[in-house]
């Protein structure tokens, strides 16, 4: 009863059965659906199944993936009293945007949110070590806003989760903060879980949603241009 109670009062707790069914597929590494060969593109996925994850042409539902994963944090961080300024300039004078920043009681932090593919080509040796994909990007974010942030009196956190729904330290480590944060306003517990578990199983749908949606987007494509070849 409590989970079917937490489904019926956020809808961001649940999942479709049809996105059900591609994350899965995408957890085993298995094609997001059957009867597929090749991605519109023209790319394999005889010798790639999840190509359609880091496909250039999947990269306008790749960033609404992005969006959705980080204005899941605003929300989320705003329920608990948490004022956010989305996608600031770092100064005046340098004109580069973070993705959010949250002005918590003791600091204010920046973030920049990012998903990592870790069978990307890109990827594979660094994903050959557990959350090797995520840290690869964690220090490239800190290589591009790290010291830029702290100039302004703000702390970084890059907030990276890898496809396969892998979330890297830092994260971890704001969302801990979050946590945190609630608790010094007396908020312990969003939806019967505790703000930490609320914050991780939101991000975690919101994710396995985006990239289910991403692919059967990318299955479509492919049996469309799979069919005017036919025709011709």
Partial sequence: MLVKSLLDFHPSLSINNSHFSVA??????????DGIDTCSCSASLLTNPLHFLECRASRPLATARHDRLLHTLVRIARSVG????????????????????FYLSSCSSQID?????PSAKSYRRAASKPLGAAL???????????????????????????SYGAIGPRAREFIRLLNDEAGSQ????????????????????????????LCLNASIKA???RSEVNVH
Avoid: M
């Fill in 24 to 33: 899965s597929r995408i957890r085993l590494g298995l094609p997001p659906t």
């Fill in 82 to 101: 948490i004022a956010v300024v989305v996608e600031p300039r770092l100064s005046v004078d340098d004109k580069s945007r973070t993705d959010g920043n």
């Fill in 113 to 117: 949110v990012s998903v990592v593919h």
């Fill in 136 to 162: 690869g990007r964690e220090k490239l974010k800190n290589n591009l806003y790290l010291e830029r942030t702290q100039a302004n009196g703000s702390k970084f956190y890059p907030v990276v989760f890898e």
């Fill in 186 to 213: 007396s908020i312990y517990n969003l939806y019967g879980l505790s703000v930490t578990n609320f914050i991780l199983r939101s991000l975690a749908v919101v994710l396995q949603v985006s990239n289910s949606v």
């Fill in 223 to 225: 049996r469309k241009k």
